[in-house]
């Protein structure tokens, strides 16, 4: 297809670029190559057809460099030649990169966000169910929108958003799902902290908050928007379905050092592995909190070094202690770039890379938030 200029050839290619990364269970990423070399990114050569485009391509999957990768030969003064469009394997040393899943859990009722029955129709209703924790109705993507500043919420079972029916402005307009259409603020959200690890689920054109109908705590209960009361039934928690791998903005994932599994191992960053000791589990403990227990020993979790609240402060692997001070807890904050913050409970301070140093075996520390890129991590899902 024709654009009329590289920035907004560019946007339109950032926008199936997210597509691409948020659109499911087993999405291959997408690389709109026009001269990106053989090897670069285990991608066949092919010729180079915009010289604009290509070092932002180039940036993009720097910043992103796990995944699979299709390619699709662009361009676009001739759509003749937009035809080759093949795939390849996964890059050597890189997990596939999966999304993030969530579950969506009222504070007031303790049931889930639920596309009912699986519908994958538009208009599908969403209402609360019973936790599930292996039902797929269950979860939910946070996916970046086109101008990364709000969140699309998108079903795991279907790919559809989330949104209000119609894109009503009015209270009480239920939630449905619906295909995404694009630059919708009637499908987009943002996240408002409610404290204690919730979060009250805004919707972008109405400025109306996602609620349980009249508090209910039935199943089935109706899911629709409403102002803004304080109440605990307009009010969520962010569970993460499934296990995961975490990815600094260094490139190098967090894990246990030397394979550790016992008090006191100290958490670096390192390249990456497939094993156990650089995967992790978030669970539910108190309020809206989790803990992240590695999968080398599950009975342990990450943990600031002896509970203090000193900047810097290194992090190790420890039992969990049901007492704890919030030195064991974590608040997890979904980012609009696709990317996660952790804050610890006890001091409210986030995890930190150092000075985004890139090396092997620096330690993970808490650090008051600063905006740093080394701050933010990717949730790569183990599926």
């Known amino acids: 297809y024709n654009v009329p200029d590289n920035n907004n050839k560019w946007n ?22 026009s001269g990106v070399k053989s090897g670069t990114f285990g991608i066949p050569s092919i010729p180079t057809v915009s010289n604009n485009i290509n070092p932002r391509l180039t940036t993009f999957f720097t910043n992103n460099p796990s ?21 390849t394997n996964t890059p050597s040393g890189r997990p596939s990169h999966r999304a993030a899943y969530f579950m969506i859990v009222n504070r007031n009722s303790g049931k889930a966000l639920d596309l009912i029955s699986g519908n994958t129709g538009n208009g599908a209703p969403v209402n609360q169910w019973s936790y599930d924790y292996n039902g797929a109705n269950q979860r939910w993507v946070f996916a970046p929108t086109e101008a990364s500043n709000h969140f699309r919420i998108s079903s795991w079972v279907s790919g559809k958003a989330l949104c209000i029916e119609l894109d009503s402005t009015a209270t009480g307009a239920r939630a449905h799902a619906f295909d995404y259409t694009g630059n919708n603020p009637g499908q987009q959200f943002d996240l408002i902290d409610a404290g204690n690890g919730y979060y009250k689920i805004r919707n972008v054109k109405s400025n109306l908050v996602l609620e349980v109908l009249n508090a209910g705590t039935a199943d089935n209960e109706r899911v629709q928007q409403n102002t803004d009361n304080g109440g605990l039934h307009q009010q969520w928690r962010l569970q993460p379905w499934g296990d995961y791998q975490v990815r600094a903005s260094t490139g190098k994932y967090v894990c246990v050092e030397g394979a550790g599994s016992t008090n006191g191992s100290p958490i670096i960053q390192y390249s990456y592995e497939n094993n156990p000791w650089f995967k992790w589990r978030f669970e539910s403990v108190t309020d809206g909190h989790l803990k992240s227990s590695s999968l080398n020993a599950l009975t342990r979790t990450i943990s600031v ?5 000193v900047n810097g402060e290194d ?6 202690n049901v007492a704890n001070n919030g030195a064991q807890k974590l608040r997890i904050l979904p980012k609009t770039n696709g990317l996660f913050k952790f804050y610890f409970v006890h001091d409210g301070m986030s995890w930190d890379i150092p000075g985004g140093n890139s090396a092997n075996n620096v330690r ?20």
């Open 315 to 320: 992090c190790h692997l420890y039992d969990y």
């Open 12 to 33: 339109s290619i950032l926008a199936i670029l997210n597509e691409a990364r948020y659109g499911g269970p087993g999405t291959l990423y997408v690389n709109f190559a």
């Open 67 to 87: 995944g699979r990768f299709g390619t699709v030969l662009m361009d676009f003064a001739d759509a003749s030649k937009c035809s080759l469009i093949y795939n």
């Open 364 to 383: 993970l520390e808490q650090y008051p938030d600063n905006g740093n890129a080394w701050q933010e991590f990717l949730l790569e899902a183990v599926r």
């Open 305 to 309: 070094v002896n509970s203090t609240s």
